[in-house]
């Protein structure tokens, strides 16, 4: 039997015409880490306006905001970060200053991933969820169109991808957040694919570890697949994870793809 919790029984199954990728967490655990790099730095930032809060407190705060917002726009964060310092007393640089703060740190802890995968020296199958490779060749053999959608910004997303070996399971189909990044959302994607293709809400099949995409699938009828995945330890569900995207809709919750062709059978009603 497939390791999956089942959240809702009467899920439709085996009409699936296309399938919406998260990438980080869902795919990519190249930037695994990565709320260890924002919270502290927002932590950091808050503390500088001479709040009276202790660390801790400030930590939850950041913590809440970073993680419900996860699977939008890294913008987004940043623009509840100003609003925060504006709280306080503060005066916030603009959000676009604190992404780039941000980024900047983030690659001091990945830009080693990087290299070696660049050079050879990493292969894919180390920095992706285990068993990506062959639940994306199943699915596209089955006949399925793939979508990427990220809120990492798309230049990072499209390297990354092709470095992972996952790029050409989406050819153009890979989106990520713009600098005008009202031009981009997860939600514009769905309604894209939907429109386009003139698709019912119960042929979108998606897969994803932010509250974001798993929400935003359901709104539209979709079929959302939790991906808990534990990115250190790479096996298992991950508790806090596992709890936020249930809350946030998902029909059935996987820590991993190591029984892809287990979880895709029951998916597809054979």
């Known amino acids: 039997m ?25 795919l990519s655990l ?7 790099v924002m919270i502290p730095m927002m932590v950091d930032v808050l503390r500088q306006t001479g709040t009276a809060e202790d660390d801790e407190t400030l930590r939850r705060i950041v913590e809440e905001f970073v993680m419900r917002l996860n699977g939008r726009q890294t913008i987004y964060q940043m623009m ?29 802890r990945i830009r080693g991933r990087i290299e ?14 285990p068993g990506s490779h062959a639940l994306l060749e199943n699915l596209q053999r089955r006949g399925l169109t793939l979508y990427l959608a990220s809120g990492t910004d798309l230049p990072f997303v499209r390297r990354e991808a092709e470095l992972l070996g996952v790029a050409r399971f989406f050819g153009e189909h890979i989106y990520g957040a713009l600098d005008d990044y009202q031009n981009f959302s997860k939600k514009m994607v769905i309604e894209r694919i939907l429109k386009e293709n003139r698709l019912a809400g119960e042929e979108l099949l998606a897969f994803g ?14 079929v959302a697949v ?8 790479r096996r298992g569900i991950h508790a806090w994870k596992r709890d936020r995207l249930v809350r946030a809709g998902a029909d059935l919750v996987i820590g991993d793809y190591r029984q892809q062709e287990g979880l895709v059978r029951f998916l597809m009603g054979e």
Do not use: C
């Not at 190249?30 to 260890?36: A, N, T, V, Y």
């Open 2 to 26: 497939v390791d999956l919790e089942l959240i809702r029984s009467d899920f439709p199954r085996g009409q699936f015409r296309f399938v919406l990728f998260d990438f980080d967490g869902t």
């Open 30 to 36: 190249i930037r695994e880490g990565w709320p260890q």
């Open 80 to 108: 509840q970060l100003a609003e925060e310092v504006k709280k306080r007393g503060g005066q916030p640089l603009e959000p676009l200053a604190y992404k780039h703060r941000y980024h900047g740190l983030l690659m001091q």
């Open 116 to 129: 070696r995968l660049a050079q050879g020296q990493a292969t894919p199958a180390e920095w992706t969820v």
């Open 209 to 222: 570890d932010g509250f974001v995409e798993i929400e935003e699938v359901k709104r539209a009828g979709g």
């Open 226 to 233: 939790a991906v808990a995945s534990d990115e250190v330890n």
